[in-house]
């Protein structure tokens, strides 16, 4: 038998011809991004990751045979290092490829993954998550959203909230309820839904920032064939922390399958400077410690990241540890937005939103509680911690095992 071996590119030659091709392709970014608002951004943004596969780019951490490069998380690092600066596809990063993406990567079908999986790289796709409810979204294995078996097909009924930027997606990984004579954790599965399924309506929220990213969806008797299982029937819980280890570490700044900017949890130290000198406060001793301050979470950050990335990756930390980097980055957001604000004083009240100056800082404090909820809140990721990571006592529940259709619920 001979042996075969295969080449991987060196992370320093990589780099370089990414760094070649990158200027040779791609447009300085121009615009401060704060998150996909319109169709005219998603349309422009699929485009740039057409251009990404096209140049061999796409999808640096995803097997080949989906689409992707196959390469390492060090060649991922390396490329987002040098495309900052550039026009990247942003809004295709979290959830369509960190979460969606890479949940489908792990349980999805041969099936699934041919036919989800290149579409994406080649911005065809985006992906959201149907996961929060009306009723709670920290408690979803208690969702109540129900699909029900007819023959060949899954009917599905009830109402998903906080999606965000379903308005824009193809397909979305949808949590439902499929027995209810069982547990909570044990009667859920995890389904494809394609947005355009008839009896499915998406209604956009504006919120307080005069963001519409969020959505809510209405599924009446939204009709779906049997493949569009993700996982096992019952799995749903299985899966569902797939995803949630996913979305912990995109929301954390640890995905390997994010490429450019990381999501902003954490700031720019830069920001706070720019804003100390247009206020004229950059001599002031208390500005220059919140600074400090800033600066020191963003770095301890940035070493936490390559740490339980790279300790997940070699298996010496179980993927829950991701939850480590999104509570870190909560905080260290947190620590950024209340400095920012400091500094800014009213004025952060009285300017204008656009860009990155002072009145973006009034519209960060505003949105500023989303860090410590999005991707699972700041304190189930505390109890994450305790119970998979320290080993502590798992928190007491009334419902753990008790058949989910004799939990009193509506109270
Ligand atoms: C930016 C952002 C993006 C989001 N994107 C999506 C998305 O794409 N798809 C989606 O499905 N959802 C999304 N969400 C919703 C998000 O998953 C929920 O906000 C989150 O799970 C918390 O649920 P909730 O808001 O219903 O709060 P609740 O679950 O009602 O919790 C309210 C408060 O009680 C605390 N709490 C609840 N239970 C416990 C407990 N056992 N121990 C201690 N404290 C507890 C929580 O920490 C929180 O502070 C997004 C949210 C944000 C902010």
């Known amino acids: 038998m001979t042996a075969q071996y295969t080449t991987i590119e060196s992370v320093d030659s990589f780099r370089d011809r990414a760094r070649r091709w990158l200027k040779e392709n791609l447009a300085p970014a121009t615009e401060y991004f704060v998150g996909a608002f319109d169709e005219e951004v998603w349309a422009r ?7 990404l596969f096209e140049g061999g780019f796409a999808g640096i951490c995803f097997p080949k045979e989906y689409g992707g490069q196959g390469l390492s998380v060090a060649h991922q690092r390396a490329f987002t290092e040098e495309s900052l600066g550039y026009e990247m596809p942003l809004a295709l990063n979290v959830p369509t490829l960190a979460i969606c993406a890479a949940t489908l990567l792990d349980l999805g ?5 041919r036919a989800r999986l290149p579409a994406v790289l080649r911005g065809e796709e985006v992906m959201v998550q149907f996961l929060s409810e009306p009723r709670g979204g920290s408690d979803l294995a208690g969702l109540i959203t129900r699909a029900e078996r007819d023959g060949d097909e899954w009917v599905l009924n009830g109402t998903k909230i906080w999606s965000s930027g379903a308005y824009a997606a193809d397909y979305g990984l949808c949590l439902a309820r499929t027995n ?3 547990p909570k954790h044990q009667g859920l599965t995890l389904f494809l839904v394609p947005t355009a399924a008839p009896g499915l309506t998406i209604r956009r929220i504006r919120q307080v920032t005069g963001s519409v990213e969020f ?3 209405f599924f009446d008797d939204v009709r779906l064939p049997a493949d569009a299982v993700v996982g096992e029937v019952g799995g749903g819980w299985a ?6 280890h996913h979305e912990r570490a995109a929301v954390g700044g640890s995905s390997p399958y994010i490429s450019g900017d990381q999501p902003r949890l954490g700031g720019e130290t830069d920001t706070l400077i720019d804003l100390a000198r247009d206020t ?3 001599d002031d001793p208390r500005v220059r410690e919140d600074i400090g301050a800033a600066h020191t979470m963003r770095t301890v950050r940035e070493q936490l990241i390559e740490h339980v990335s790279d300790a997940i990756a070699a298996d010496r930390m179980p993927p829950a540890a991701g939850s480590l980097v999104r509570l870190f980055g909560a905080e260290t957001n947190w620590l950024q937005i209340d400095s920012a604000l400091h500094i800014a004083g009213t004025a952060a009240a009285t300017g ?3 860009g990155p100056g002072i009145g973006q800082v009034g519209i960060d404090y505003l949105f500023r509680n989303a860090g410590s909820l999005g991707g699972g809140s700041t304190e189930m990721a505390r ?8 080993g502590m006592p798992r928190e007491s529940a009334a419902d753990r095992d008790v058949p989910f259709n004799q939990v009193p619920r509506g109270r």
């Open 215 to 217: 959505c809510e969806e």
């Open 45 to 51: 943004h699929r485009e740039l990751q057409g251009v």
């Open 109 to 113: 079908t041969e099936e699934q993954k």
């Open 280 to 282: 004229g406060r950059l």
């Open 352 to 354: 204008t939103p656009e």
């Open 180 to 182: 209810w004579d069982v």
């Open 383 to 390: 109890n994450l911690i305790s119970e998979r990571i320290l």
């Open 239 to 244: 899966a569902a922390t797939t995803l949630l």
